[in-house]
T-cell receptor, first 115, second 111 residues
Framework: DGGITQSPKYLFRKEGQNVTLSCEQN?????MYWYRQDPGQGLRLIYYSQIVNDFQKGDIAEGYSVSREKKESFPLTVTSAQKNPTAFYLC??????????????FGQGTRLTVV | DAKTTQPTSMDCAEGRAANLPCNHSTISGNEYVYWYRQIHSQGPQYIIHGLKNNETNEMASLIITEDRKSSTLILPHATLRDTAVYYCIVWIIQGAQKLVFGQGTRLTINP
């Protein structure tokens, strides 16, 4: 099945450790996105990438890093510099080839808890 | 920055039509209006999108005003499973595709 996969679903880490969240898509989409969601809040954009080997900061990029070495993969690293890393993280992908029929597909999220 | 304004919460009786408004007064000519919904602790689900004409699919209808400054998502016969947070987004489909969500509307369907 085509789709976007985030793993793991739940992740626990000790404070001060870097952690990498996986996001893979087999939809042949050019664009990929990472969002953070805190309880009762909307989605906030962390980073996005329009094409391989290129990415841009979103609204809350501090303390996070990404890479886009392959079209299908867009991993997010939560570094020790992120003050409040505990959150629900969502990855999305989209295409822009068909202007009228573009939508973004979301993964099911990774819930990160830092203790 | 989010370019849409939605009510924080709404209630609707089961079986009735749920009408969710959205203001996007600064929308530009090459931006679409998209609607997504998010059920607790899941990834957002696409519902519908449109440019300037009204749209309908198996899930909902989208009514966009003639000046495109606002829109309404209509769930024609709401069920308990439609309880979710609904996000209205304007999205440019060319160049930089920064996709920004607002706070959304928490819709509660009551039995």
């Amino acid at each position: 099945d085509g789709g976007i996969t985030q793993s793991p679903k739940y992740l626990f880490r000790k404070e001060g450790q870097n952690v990498t969240l996986s996001c893979e898509q087999n939809l042949n989409h050019d664009a990929m996105y990472w969002y953070r969601q805190d309880p009762g809040q909307g989605l906030r954009l962390i980073y996005y990438s329009q094409i391989v080997n290129d990415f841009q900061k979103g609204d809350i990029a501090e303390g996070y890093s990404v890479s886009r070495e392959k079209k299908e993969s867009f991993p997010l690293t939560v570094t020790s510099a992120q003050k409040n890393p505990t959150a629900f993280y969502l990855c999305a992908s989209s295409t822009s080839k068909d202007r009228a029929n573009t939508e973004a597909f979301f993964g099911q999220g990774t819930r990160l808890t830092v203790v | 920055d989010a370019k849409t304004t939605q009510p924080t919460s709404m209630d609707c009786a089961e079986g009735r039509a749920a009408n969710l408004p959205c203001n996007h007064s600064t929308i530009s000519g090459n931006e679409y209006v998209y609607w997504y919904r998010q059920i607790h602790s899941q990834g957002p689900q696409y519902i519908i999108h449109g440019l300037k004409n009204n749209e309908t699919n198996e899930m909902a209808s989208l009514i966009i005003t003639e000046d495109r400054k606002s829109s309404t998502l209509i769930l024609p016969h709401a069920t308990l499973r439609d309880t979710a947070v609904y996000y209205c987004i304007v999205w440019i489909i060319q160049g930089a595709q920064k996709l920004v969500f607002g706070q959304g509307t928490r819709l509660t369907i009551n039995p």
